[in-house]
Nanobody, 120 residues
């Protein structure tokens, strides 16, 4: 199973980025999936989650600015990030929770991350 993130970069405060996470070997539509981030010197925190039936959940600091979505046909997870702030600077990781494993059963999977830097 591979989860490959893309879309990170450097953006000015107030700008937007869209992160993508392409999955192979598992199916996003059959599991909950989400985005986590880890800023330098801080613990990893959940940013957004989407359930298999499309329910979403966000950490308070990104509500109204970030939108998580999923394209089942492309087996890809997205995070639209608007009105970015310097405190959003972090490595962003996608994750598939309790996802179908290739050999049967279920497991959690994560990607290698994509860096987001927001300048003031």
């Amino acid at each position: 199973v591979q989860l490959v993130e893309s879309g990170g970069g450097l953006v000015q405060a107030g700008g937007s980025l869209r992160l993508s996470c392409a999955a192979s070997g598992t199916i996003f539509s059959d599991c909950a999936a989400g985005w986590y981030r880890q800023a330098p010197g801080k613990e990893r925190e959940m940013v957004a989650l989407i359930s298999s039936d499309g329910m979403t959940k966000y950490t308070d600091s990104v509500k109204g600015r970030f939108t998580i979505s999923r394209d089942n046909a492309k087996n890809t997870l997205y995070l639209q990030m608007d009105r970015l702030k310097p405190e959003d600077t972090a490595m962003y990781y996608c994750t598939a929770l309790n996802a179908p494993a290739p050999g049967g059963g279920y497991s959690d999977y994560g990607g290698q991350g994509t860096r987001v830097t927001v300048s003031s």
